[in-house]
């Protein structure tokens, strides 16, 4: 019986060692188990931070990127609006060149433009002011015939110089003279 409680003994003191052993196992096993989760949140923490620094870098390009761009539209805008002004201006220069380039005739009511060749305005101008003295004879045949052989030559030489203007000014001369005559016209 001895041996049977002696058997008893040792059966129950390995049982002991091998539960403390088991025991000792799944500390260690817990315990690497943390270190283990611990080792992996702050790697996923530091991943999550590397993207979030990535997105806060990308946005801030694009933030950059759409102010830039925004900048570059308004410049654009302000350009071309300040071309549109210059444009505008231009425009009324012109006009005001036209305008100044326009002669008045002796004659009221009639306006002698600017003609690319300088003769036919001056042609015009003449021809204006002798239309002026036409209608001051007032009907008087003698000054009627002292003035016949200036109109005469005036209008020979408006027609040899309107022969050389192109379609437009020719309508322009054409125009002009017409209203000249039709001035004279009440007086003959």
Same mark, same amino acid.
């Given at each position: 019986?001895?041996?049977? #409680? %002696?058997?008893?003994? #040792?059966?129950?003191?390995?049982?002991?060692? /091998?539960?403390?052993?088991?025991?000792?196992?799944?500390?260690? %096993?817990?315990?690497?188990?943390?270190?283990?989760?611990?080792?992996?949140?702050?790697?996923?923490?530091?991943?999550?931070?590397? #993207?979030?620094?990535?997105?806060?870098?990308? +946005?801030?390009?694009?933030?950059?990127?759409? @102010?830039?761009?925004?900048? @570059?539209? @308004?410049?654009?805008?302000?350009?071309?609006?300040?071309?549109? #002004?210059?444009?505008?201006?231009?425009?009324?220069?012109?006009?005001?060149?036209?305008?100044?380039?326009?002669?008045?005739?002796?004659?009221?009511?009639?306006?002698? $433009?600017?003609? +690319?060749?300088?003769?036919?305005?001056?042609?015009?101008?003449?021809?204006?002011?002798?239309?002026?003295?036409?209608?001051? +004879?007032?009907?008087?045949?003698?000054?009627?015939?002292?003035?016949?052989?200036?109109?005469?030559?005036? %209008?020979?030489?408006?027609?040899?110089?309107? /022969?050389?203007?192109?379609? /437009?000014?020719?309508?322009?001369?054409?125009?002009? %003279? /017409?209203?000249?005559?039709?001035?004279?016209? $009440?007086?003959?």
């Amino acid at each position: 019986m001895k041996k049977i #409680v %002696l058997s008893i003994f #040792v059966v129950g003191a390995l049982m002991f060692s /091998s539960c403390k052993k088991a025991t000792e196992g799944a500390k260690e %096993l817990k315990d690497a188990t943390t270190e283990a989760a611990g080792t992996v949140a702050n790697e996923a923490k530091d991943a999550a931070n590397v #993207v979030a620094e990535g997105a806060s870098d990308a +946005a801030n390009a694009v933030a950059d990127g759409a @102010k830039e761009a925004a900048t @570059k539209v @308004k410049d654009g805008a302000t350009d071309a609006a300040n071309a549109v #002004v210059e444009g505008a201006e231009s425009a009324v220069e012109g006009a005001k060149e036209a305008v100044s380039g326009a002669k008045d005739s002796a004659l009221a009511g009639i306006t002698i $433009p600017s003609f +690319a060749n300088e003769a036919v305005t001056k042609n015009l101008t003449e021809y204006a002011t002798y239309a002026k003295d036409y209608i001051a +004879a007032n009907g008087n045949l003698g000054k009627i015939a002292a003035l016949a052989p200036k109109g005469a030559a005036l %209008l020979a030489e408006g027609k040899k110089l309107a /022969s050389k203007l192109d379609a /437009s000014e020719l309508m322009k001369y054409k125009s002009v %003279l /017409s209203n000249i005559q039709s001035k004279m016209a $009440p007086s003959k």
